[in-house]
């Protein structure tokens, strides 16, 4: 089977990339599988692709890089049009609503169409309008499939759920002997790095021989540096960059914490348990709850006025409960079976099947 996987930009150091990578790269162990990368940002990817997941961009939009056209949206729209009207494959799998309603419109009809959809769309209108024509919609989590099928109201292709993969194993186990609270992610304001910042103070101020460790970059990192600084966290608070090995830092932390608001894909929720890493964050719709079970493998903290100091104490009581930590770790590991990439990608394929004999 031929299967295609279309991105916005394969290079990036984004988590549904990174989603997108394990399920291509189990795939290709028994299927010719291509990711088409509709923008080229940089001179490889920032995730490693397995050779034998074949990879094309697009539009070069490196820096320096010059081209006949001018910049903009005209040359990309024409650059995916024409792939997109000479596709050859058994089916496509779109990953941004964006891409999704280009597929419905230009893309073959004897080419099975999906949409993989971590978060309600941004275009709703045109969803609702194009996505009849497509095969399915595959969501990750249960909060996904209800909006599309609140969005789309019975006129839509069905809406399933398959969850996120992770790399193949073996993954690396954290031994839970270090005094290390670690946290990664893109810098960006909803991931409210800032509130983990100010919880961790307190944390400090109690426990000064624990750490917390921040993996990641983005708009956001000046001002989490001078958050800080200004509240005297030097000794307490580390600044590691990026990795695109996240799950082998995991490994060496006892705790990962989350405070974003929004968790969408969560692969650093995934690979924290995948590490047998304890989770602690907060309850709501999108959060860390879509992906881990309270008390079986994290802890999760009720939102309000009092939600920093609640975090603090949820650090601490977990920080002073070894045994506590183990249990959990325990139940990590097992929360982190159902997203295996044979798993995982064996429920793509049944779907692929089911399909295309449809």
């Known amino acids: 089977m031929k299967i295609c996987f279309l991105l916005p930009s394969a290079y990036g150091m984004r988590g ?37 997941v074949s990879v094309r961009w697009l539009v070069d939009a490196r820096p320096g890089v010059r081209h006949l056209l001018p910049r903009g949206q005209m040359r990309t729209e024409m650059a995916l049009w024409r792939t997109l009207r000479g596709l050859r ?50 969501a990750s989590t249960e909060t996904t499939k209800d909006e599309f099928l609140r969005l789309l109201d019975g006129a839509g292709p069905p809406v399933e759920i398959i969850p996120d993969a992770l790399p193949r194993g073996p993954w690396p186990r ?29 944390v400090a101020d109690k426990r000064p021989d624990w750490r917390l460790r921040l993996y990641g970059g ?26 695109p090995d996240l799950q ?20 650093t929720v995934i690979e924290a348990l995948a590490c047998g890493v304890p989770v602690v964050g907060f309850e709501g719709t999108r959060g860390p709850g879509e992906f881990v079970t309270a008390g079986r ?3 999760l903290v009720s939102r309000g006025e009092q939600e920093l100091q609640a975090y603090a104490a949820a650090l601490l009581a977990l920080i002073d409960d070894g045994r506590r930590r183990m249990v959990l770790a325990a139940g990590a590991r097992e ?24």
């Open 16 to 52: 549904d990339t990174r989603a997108v990578i394990n399920l291509a790269t189990e795939l290709a162990t028994r299927h010719e599988v291509q990711i088409v990368s509709v923008r080229r940002v940089r001179e490889a990817p920032f995730f490693p692709i397995d050779g034998k």
């Open 89 to 138: 494959a058994d089916v496509l799998v779109t990953t941004r609503a964006s891409l999704g309603v280009q597929a419905a419109r230009h893309v073959p009809r004897d080419i099975v169409r999906l949409a993989r959809e971590w978060a309600r769309p941004s275009i709703p209108g045109a969803v609702r309008r194009f996505y009849p024509k497509l095969d399915a919609v595959v």
């Open 174 to 202: 954290s031994r839970m002997d270090n005094r290390i609270v670690s946290a990664g992610g893109r810098w960006l304001p909803g991931k409210a790095f800032d509130t983990l910042i100010r919880a961790f103070a307190i």
């Open 218 to 243: 983005g708009p956001e990192e000046k001002r989490l540096r001078a958050l800080v600084g200004d509240l005297g966290l030097h000794n307490n608070v580390y600044f590691m960059g990026t990795t």
């Open 248 to 267: 082998g830092e995991f490994a060496k932390a006892s705790i990962v914490a989350v405070t974003s608001h929004a968790e969408s894909p969560g692969m």
């Open 297 to 299: 493998d994290s802890v």
């Open 335 to 358: 929360a982190a079976a159902a997203h295996e990439a044979s798993v995982v990608a064996g429920r793509w394929e049944e779907m692929f099947e089911r399909l295309r004999a449809r």
